[in-house]
Protein backbone atom coordinates (compact mmCIF):
# COMPACT_ATOMS: atom_id res chain seq x y z
CA UNK A 1 0.00 0.00 0.00
CA UNK A 2 1.27 3.29 -0.18
CA UNK A 3 3.14 5.14 1.94
CA UNK A 4 2.23 9.06 1.24
CA UNK A 5 1.63 11.38 4.54
CA UNK A 6 -1.72 12.07 4.41
CA UNK A 7 -3.22 15.25 6.08
CA UNK A 8 -6.09 15.26 7.49
CA UNK A 9 -8.24 18.94 7.63
CA UNK A 10 -10.42 18.60 10.29
CA UNK A 11 -10.01 15.91 13.29
CA UNK A 12 -13.72 15.00 13.95
CA UNK A 13 -15.60 11.84 14.48
CA UNK A 14 -15.15 11.04 11.00
CA UNK A 15 -11.33 11.60 10.50
CA UNK A 16 -10.69 10.23 14.38
CA UNK A 17 -12.75 6.99 12.72
CA UNK A 18 -10.49 6.97 9.40
CA UNK A 19 -7.46 7.74 11.61
CA UNK A 20 -8.34 4.48 13.74
CA UNK A 21 -8.87 2.23 10.93
CA UNK A 22 -5.68 3.36 9.36
CA UNK A 23 -3.28 2.87 12.00
CA UNK A 24 -4.98 -0.28 13.21
CA UNK A 25 -3.93 -1.63 9.20
CA UNK A 26 -0.41 -0.77 10.05
CA UNK A 27 -0.24 2.85 8.20
CA UNK A 28 2.62 4.68 9.52
CA UNK A 29 1.52 7.28 12.01
CA UNK A 30 4.80 9.38 11.44
CA UNK A 31 2.79 9.86 7.65
CA UNK A 32 -0.08 10.94 9.13
CA UNK A 33 -0.59 14.56 10.55
CA UNK A 34 -4.39 15.79 11.94
CA UNK A 35 -5.42 19.46 11.81
CA UNK A 36 -7.64 21.36 13.95
CA UNK A 37 -8.01 24.85 15.08
CA UNK A 38 -8.87 23.54 18.62
CA UNK A 39 -5.94 21.22 20.67
CA UNK A 40 -8.17 18.52 22.52
CA UNK A 41 -9.18 16.20 19.58
CA UNK A 42 -5.70 16.69 17.90
CA UNK A 43 -4.34 15.63 21.96
CA UNK A 44 -6.41 12.61 22.30
CA UNK A 45 -5.90 11.84 18.89
CA UNK A 46 -1.99 12.06 19.27
CA UNK A 47 -1.97 10.10 22.84
CA UNK A 48 -4.15 7.18 21.31
CA UNK A 49 -2.03 6.77 17.85
CA UNK A 50 0.99 8.86 17.79
CA UNK A 51 0.44 10.93 14.75
CA UNK A 52 1.58 14.60 14.04
CA UNK A 53 -0.79 16.98 14.85
CA UNK A 54 -0.93 20.80 13.71
CA UNK A 55 -3.36 23.90 14.31
CA UNK A 56 -2.37 25.35 11.20
CA UNK A 57 -3.64 23.63 8.18
CA UNK A 58 -0.88 25.32 5.84
CA UNK A 59 1.59 23.35 7.45
CA UNK A 60 -0.43 20.36 6.87
CA UNK A 61 -1.21 20.53 3.92
CA UNK A 62 2.52 21.95 2.74
CA UNK A 63 3.68 18.33 4.02
CA UNK A 64 1.42 16.24 2.78
CA UNK A 65 0.89 14.20 -0.72
CA UNK A 66 -2.86 13.42 0.07
CA UNK A 67 -5.14 15.67 1.76
CA UNK A 68 -7.99 14.51 3.42
CA UNK A 69 -10.54 17.37 3.68
CA UNK A 70 -12.62 16.44 6.94
CA UNK A 71 -14.51 19.58 7.86
CA UNK A 72 -18.16 20.15 7.99
CA UNK A 73 -19.62 20.83 4.72
CA UNK A 74 -20.94 23.95 5.26
CA UNK A 75 -17.04 25.06 6.91
CA UNK A 76 -15.32 24.61 3.56
CA UNK A 77 -15.37 27.58 1.74
CA UNK A 78 -14.23 29.42 4.90
CA UNK A 79 -11.32 26.92 5.78
CA UNK A 80 -10.36 26.62 2.23
CA UNK A 81 -10.33 30.61 1.57
CA UNK A 82 -8.56 31.03 5.01
CA UNK A 83 -5.40 28.97 3.33
CA UNK A 84 -2.60 31.45 3.48
CA UNK A 85 -0.07 29.06 1.33
CA UNK A 86 0.53 29.53 -2.32
CA UNK A 87 -2.12 27.19 -3.62
CA UNK A 88 -0.26 26.71 -7.18
CA UNK A 89 1.39 23.79 -4.59
CA UNK A 90 -2.09 22.11 -4.97
CA UNK A 91 -1.74 20.41 -8.31
CA UNK A 92 1.27 18.45 -7.41
CA UNK A 93 -1.43 16.99 -4.52
CA UNK A 94 -4.41 15.09 -4.40
CA UNK A 95 -7.54 16.09 -2.67
CA UNK A 96 -9.75 13.75 -1.46
CA UNK A 97 -13.05 15.43 0.41
CA UNK A 98 -15.69 13.49 2.42
CA UNK A 99 -17.83 15.95 2.90
CA UNK A 100 -21.68 15.32 2.25
CA UNK A 101 -23.58 16.76 -0.34
CA UNK A 102 -20.04 18.65 -1.83
CA UNK A 103 -20.18 18.68 -5.28
CA UNK A 104 -16.40 18.27 -6.82
CA UNK A 105 -17.06 21.29 -9.56
CA UNK A 106 -17.82 23.45 -6.19
CA UNK A 107 -14.53 21.94 -4.58
CA UNK A 108 -12.62 22.68 -7.21
CA UNK A 109 -13.61 26.33 -7.78
CA UNK A 110 -12.85 26.76 -3.88
CA UNK A 111 -9.31 24.92 -4.21
CA UNK A 112 -8.45 28.19 -7.13
CA UNK A 113 -5.60 25.99 -9.00
CA UNK A 114 -6.51 22.95 -11.18
CA UNK A 115 -6.37 20.20 -8.42
CA UNK A 116 -7.01 16.52 -8.35
CA UNK A 117 -10.46 15.65 -6.60
CA UNK A 118 -11.68 12.54 -5.65
CA UNK A 119 -15.43 12.74 -3.79
CA UNK A 120 -15.91 9.95 -1.50
CA UNK A 121 -18.65 9.28 1.37
CA UNK A 122 -16.98 7.18 4.28
CA UNK A 123 -18.79 5.83 6.81
CA UNK A 124 -17.85 5.38 10.98
CA UNK A 125 -17.38 1.99 11.24
CA UNK A 126 -13.92 2.40 9.58
CA UNK A 127 -12.91 2.84 12.93
CA UNK A 128 -13.01 -0.92 13.02
CA UNK A 129 -11.93 -1.74 9.89
CA UNK A 130 -16.00 -2.27 9.05
CA UNK A 131 -16.19 0.81 6.69
CA UNK A 132 -17.84 1.01 3.39
CA UNK A 133 -16.80 4.06 1.44
CA UNK A 134 -18.43 5.40 -1.98
CA UNK A 135 -15.50 7.19 -3.99
CA UNK A 136 -16.24 9.44 -7.43
CA UNK A 137 -12.77 10.60 -9.48
CA UNK A 138 -13.88 13.93 -11.91
CA UNK A 139 -12.19 13.75 -15.42
CA UNK A 140 -8.54 15.36 -13.79
CA UNK A 141 -7.97 12.09 -11.39
CA UNK A 142 -5.14 9.92 -12.58
CA UNK A 143 -5.31 6.28 -12.76
CA UNK A 144 -2.47 6.32 -10.02
CA UNK A 145 -4.39 9.02 -7.91
CA UNK A 146 -7.64 6.83 -8.31
CA UNK A 147 -5.49 3.73 -6.87
CA UNK A 148 -4.12 5.65 -4.23
CA UNK A 149 -7.37 6.65 -2.57
CA UNK A 150 -9.22 3.63 -2.72
CA UNK A 151 -5.88 1.95 -1.40
CA UNK A 152 -6.98 4.92 1.71
CA UNK A 153 -10.15 3.67 1.98
CA UNK A 154 -9.75 0.14 1.60
CA UNK A 155 -7.84 -0.16 4.33
CA UNK A 156 -10.57 0.85 6.87
CA UNK A 157 -12.91 -1.31 5.22
CA UNK A 158 -14.42 -1.74 1.85
CA UNK A 159 -14.79 0.35 -1.33
CA UNK A 160 -17.20 0.99 -4.36
CA UNK A 161 -16.71 3.86 -7.64
CA UNK A 162 -19.52 5.26 -8.64
CA UNK A 163 -19.53 6.68 -12.37
CA UNK A 164 -21.57 9.44 -11.86
CA UNK A 165 -21.00 12.44 -9.19
CA UNK A 166 -25.04 11.94 -8.32
CA UNK A 167 -23.90 8.25 -7.05
CA UNK A 168 -21.86 9.63 -4.11
CA UNK A 169 -25.61 11.03 -2.99
CA UNK A 170 -27.21 7.60 -3.26
CA UNK A 171 -24.12 5.76 -1.14
CA UNK A 172 -23.94 8.60 1.60
CA UNK A 173 -28.35 7.14 1.98
CA UNK A 174 -27.19 3.40 1.80
CA UNK A 175 -24.00 3.31 3.96
CA UNK A 176 -22.52 7.02 5.11
CA UNK A 177 -25.52 8.11 7.11
CA UNK A 178 -26.91 4.06 7.70
CA UNK A 179 -25.06 3.40 10.38
CA UNK A 180 -27.27 6.09 12.06
CA UNK A 181 -30.05 3.81 11.34
CA UNK A 182 -28.86 0.58 12.09
CA UNK A 183 -28.34 2.71 15.71
CA UNK A 184 -32.18 3.94 15.71
CA UNK A 185 -33.62 0.55 15.12
CA UNK A 186 -31.15 -0.99 17.97
CA UNK A 187 -31.84 2.20 20.72
CA UNK A 188 -35.80 1.57 20.23
CA UNK A 189 -35.18 -2.13 20.84
CA UNK A 190 -33.03 -1.47 23.83
CA UNK A 191 -35.05 0.46 25.75
CA UNK A 192 -38.46 -1.39 24.97
CA UNK A 193 -35.99 -4.20 27.00
CA UNK A 194 -35.33 -1.95 29.78
CA UNK A 195 -38.92 -1.24 30.18
CA UNK A 196 -39.69 -5.19 29.84
CA UNK A 197 -37.66 -5.56 33.36
CA UNK A 198 -33.85 -5.75 31.55
CA UNK A 199 -30.80 -4.11 33.39
CA UNK A 200 -29.50 -1.48 30.84
CA UNK A 201 -26.31 -3.23 30.44
CA UNK A 202 -27.98 -6.70 29.65
CA UNK A 203 -30.33 -4.49 27.32
CA UNK A 204 -27.00 -3.64 25.48
CA UNK A 205 -25.81 -7.04 25.17
CA UNK A 206 -28.65 -8.65 24.18
CA UNK A 207 -29.42 -5.93 21.48
CA UNK A 208 -25.56 -6.10 20.48
CA UNK A 209 -24.95 -9.60 20.44
CA UNK A 210 -28.51 -10.51 18.31
CA UNK A 211 -27.32 -7.29 15.80
CA UNK A 212 -24.12 -9.12 15.62
CA UNK A 213 -25.50 -12.56 15.14
CA UNK A 214 -27.91 -11.41 12.37
CA UNK A 215 -25.41 -9.53 10.91
CA UNK A 216 -23.13 -12.41 10.49
CA UNK A 217 -25.81 -14.73 9.30
CA UNK A 218 -25.98 -12.24 5.98
CA UNK A 219 -22.22 -11.97 5.87
CA UNK A 220 -21.22 -15.79 5.97
CA UNK A 221 -24.13 -17.11 4.05
CA UNK A 222 -25.28 -17.01 0.43
CA UNK A 223 -28.79 -17.21 1.69
CA UNK A 224 -31.34 -14.11 0.56
CA UNK A 225 -31.65 -11.66 3.43
CA UNK A 226 -35.74 -12.31 2.72
CA UNK A 227 -34.82 -16.45 3.27
CA UNK A 228 -33.01 -15.64 6.56
CA UNK A 229 -36.33 -13.94 7.40
CA UNK A 230 -38.59 -15.96 6.70
CA UNK A 231 -36.55 -18.79 8.54
CA UNK A 232 -37.08 -17.24 11.39
CA UNK A 233 -40.88 -16.90 11.26
CA UNK A 234 -42.88 -19.36 12.11
CA UNK A 235 -46.65 -19.81 10.50
CA UNK A 236 -48.99 -17.98 12.72
CA UNK A 237 -46.01 -17.38 15.68
CA UNK A 238 -44.58 -14.93 17.27
CA UNK A 239 -41.75 -13.32 14.64
CA UNK A 240 -44.88 -13.48 12.29
CA UNK A 241 -46.89 -11.35 14.85
CA UNK A 242 -44.22 -8.91 15.17
CA UNK A 243 -43.30 -8.66 11.41
CA UNK A 244 -47.25 -7.89 10.98
CA UNK A 245 -46.66 -4.99 13.23
CA UNK A 246 -43.70 -3.84 11.36
CA UNK A 247 -45.90 -4.19 8.16
CA UNK A 248 -48.70 -2.34 9.27
CA UNK A 249 -46.49 0.28 9.84
CA UNK A 250 -45.01 0.21 6.40
CA UNK A 251 -41.49 -0.41 7.85
CA UNK A 252 -40.37 -1.04 4.09
CA UNK A 253 -41.58 2.33 2.60
CA UNK A 254 -40.83 3.76 5.91
CA UNK A 255 -37.19 3.17 5.31
CA UNK A 256 -37.04 3.79 1.60
CA UNK A 257 -38.53 7.83 2.25
CA UNK A 258 -35.86 8.38 4.86
CA UNK A 259 -33.20 7.07 2.26
CA UNK A 260 -34.45 9.40 -0.14
CA UNK A 261 -34.56 12.26 2.37
CA UNK A 262 -31.17 11.76 3.04
CA UNK A 263 -30.64 11.99 -0.84
CA UNK A 264 -32.35 15.19 -1.36
CA UNK A 265 -30.62 16.49 1.75
CA UNK A 266 -27.43 15.71 -0.01
CA UNK A 267 -28.67 17.49 -3.47
CA UNK A 268 -30.12 20.64 -1.61
CA UNK A 269 -26.69 21.18 0.21
CA UNK A 270 -24.74 20.92 -3.32
CA UNK A 271 -27.21 23.92 -3.93
CA UNK A 272 -25.78 26.02 -1.06
CA UNK A 273 -22.72 25.52 -0.40
N1 LIG B 1 -19.81 11.56 10.88
C1 LIG B 1 -20.08 10.73 9.87
O1 LIG B 1 -20.63 9.63 10.04
C2 LIG B 1 -19.68 11.10 8.48
C3 LIG B 1 -19.26 12.37 8.14
N2 LIG B 1 -18.91 12.67 6.85
C4 LIG B 1 -18.43 14.01 6.52
O2 LIG B 1 -17.25 14.22 7.26
C5 LIG B 1 -17.09 15.59 7.52
C6 LIG B 1 -16.78 15.78 9.00
O3 LIG B 1 -17.88 15.30 9.73
P1 LIG B 1 -17.71 14.88 11.26
O4 LIG B 1 -16.37 14.29 11.46
O5 LIG B 1 -18.92 14.14 11.61
O6 LIG B 1 -17.77 16.34 11.91
P2 LIG B 1 -17.07 16.86 13.23
O7 LIG B 1 -17.76 18.11 13.61
O8 LIG B 1 -16.94 15.77 14.22
O9 LIG B 1 -15.59 17.22 12.71
C7 LIG B 1 -15.27 18.38 11.99
C8 LIG B 1 -13.99 18.93 12.58
O10 LIG B 1 -13.54 20.01 11.77
C9 LIG B 1 -12.97 20.97 12.65
N3 LIG B 1 -12.90 22.24 11.97
C10 LIG B 1 -13.84 23.23 11.91
N4 LIG B 1 -13.33 24.27 11.19
C11 LIG B 1 -12.09 23.91 10.78
C12 LIG B 1 -11.09 24.56 10.03
N5 LIG B 1 -11.25 25.77 9.52
N6 LIG B 1 -9.93 23.90 9.82
C13 LIG B 1 -9.73 22.66 10.32
N7 LIG B 1 -10.65 22.00 11.05
C14 LIG B 1 -11.81 22.63 11.28
C15 LIG B 1 -13.88 20.96 13.85
O11 LIG B 1 -13.23 21.55 14.98
C16 LIG B 1 -14.14 19.47 14.00
O12 LIG B 1 -13.20 18.87 14.85
C17 LIG B 1 -18.36 16.29 7.08
O13 LIG B 1 -18.11 16.98 5.89
C18 LIG B 1 -19.35 15.17 6.88
O14 LIG B 1 -20.25 15.44 5.82
C19 LIG B 1 -18.90 11.74 5.86
C20 LIG B 1 -19.30 10.47 6.14
C21 LIG B 1 -19.77 10.05 7.43
O1 LIG C 1 -25.08 13.44 8.50
C1 LIG C 1 -24.27 13.82 7.64
O2 LIG C 1 -24.54 14.79 6.90
C2 LIG C 1 -22.96 13.08 7.48
C3 LIG C 1 -22.83 12.48 6.12
C4 LIG C 1 -23.07 11.02 6.32
C5 LIG C 1 -23.01 10.84 7.76
N1 LIG C 1 -22.91 11.99 8.39
Keep these: MTQKTIAFIGAGN ?12 GYPADNIIASNPSTPKLDAL ?28 QMMAGMLGDLSIDKSIFSHKL ?4 AAGLPV ?22 LLGLGMTGLYASAAVSAEQKQVAEEIMQAV ?41 FSPEAAREIVSQVATGSTEMVRQN ?37 MDA ?4 AEEMAKTI
Excluded: C
Design 14 to 25: MSASIIAGLVKN
Design 46 to 73: SAQHSIKTTTDNNQAIEQADVIILSVKP
Design 95 to 98: FISI
Design 105 to 126: SRLEELLVTPTAVVRTMPNTPS
Design 157 to 197: GKTVWVEEESGIDKITALAGSAPAYFFLFMEGMESKAIELG
Design 222 to 258: DISIAQLRTNVTSKGGTTAAALNSFNDSNLTGITAKA
Design 262 to 265: AIAR
